[in-house]
DNA sequence: CTTAAAATGAAATTGAAATTCAATTTCAAA
DNA sequence: TTTGAAATTGAATTTCAATTTCATTTTAAG
């Protein structure tokens, strides 16, 4: 007898995963939607949807953009990924596979972006809220200046985070 | 010997400030200027440009709209307005007259928005720089949630802030 | 005054986000 | 397996606020 194991174990539960909340929704199961959440939750980073689209497009170009865009939105939704839009005006998603809450440090030199935990800030931010008689659901923190090495360069070259 | 006397000293003294800043600029002082800034910097809140629009032509409608939003550019150039925008996605401005740097409470019932200043929260906030080698220039920081009646209230009136 | 530069405002353009719609695909029920 | 209603796809189109264009008017220096 012979069994045939998949080795991508990450991916293929994410994959069951997600076709449970889908059909739990009513939606269906696509390979579109499979192979854009497949390469969306195997990156990192904040990228916009031409980022993401152009990554697709080279595992598969017949997909198109407006299925990246409703499959985004769809994630979104489900909470998979989160949608941000930082000062620069672009919009921006990224995964939330890790799970844990995060603010962001921007370089305003290089664009790098650094994830941060503060716990005493977010008991901060619930103790200002209480102050004025306000119950906080979520909130929105981010801290925009110099990374350490364009801190010191004359002319920071422009990287993505 | 007749002298007038304008009794708004006000909004003179901010016009001549206004005019100070403007011809140190190599730009030119003009009617519609003077009215949109006049009205801007006599309002409180955070509007968008509609709404700022509305009130410019309830006093003089012959000024165009182009003319209130190249306006309400330069008054943020000039650090004299700052642009914002909520997670709601609407672009808005405020006047700096008070001058004063402080943070957002958003209502997510009836759009009311809170203003507050912390000192902890800012130092808090350099420390956690540091932490990541950032020197900080700004930040934003919005908390959302429900303010004291909307807390209670099942279906909270729209109403704006 | 005269004149160059700046400002105005209606109209046009831009671009990202969202929607439309005919063709295609999914999936539960037969 | 077949069927068919409902969902999805993707190219094209629409939306809509932000921005630019440009002919005309206004400002202010000389
Ligand atoms: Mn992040
Ligand atoms: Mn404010
Ligand atoms: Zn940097
Ligand atoms: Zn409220």
């Not at 990224?94 to 370089?107: M, N, V, Y």
């Amino acid at each position: 007898m012979k069994l045939k194991f998949n080795f991508k174990k990450g991916k293929t539960m994410e994959s069951n995963q997600f076709k449970t909340l889908i059909s739990e929704e009513g939606l269906k199961s696509t390979r579109q939607r499979a192979e854009i959440l497949d390469i969306f939750l195997n990156s990192t980073g904040h990228k916009n949807l031409a980022e993401i689209y152009a990554q697709v497009a080279k595992t598969n170009p017949k997909i198109g953009y407006t299925t990246v865009y409703r499959t985004l939105k769809l994630l979104t939704r489900l909470g998979l990924a989160a949608q941000r839009k930082f000062a620069d005006g672009e919009t921006r998603y990224e995964s939330t596979a890790e799970g844990t809450h995060h603010d962001h440090l921007i370089c305003l030199g290089c664009g790098k972006i650094v994830e941060f935990e503060d716990d005493g800030l977010e008991s901060l931010q619930h103790r200002i809220a209480r102050r004025h008689g306000f119950k906080i659901f979520h909130h929105r923190m981010e801290l925009y200046g110099y990374c350490g090495p364009c801190a010191h360069k004359k002319t920071p070259l422009r990287r993505k985070g």
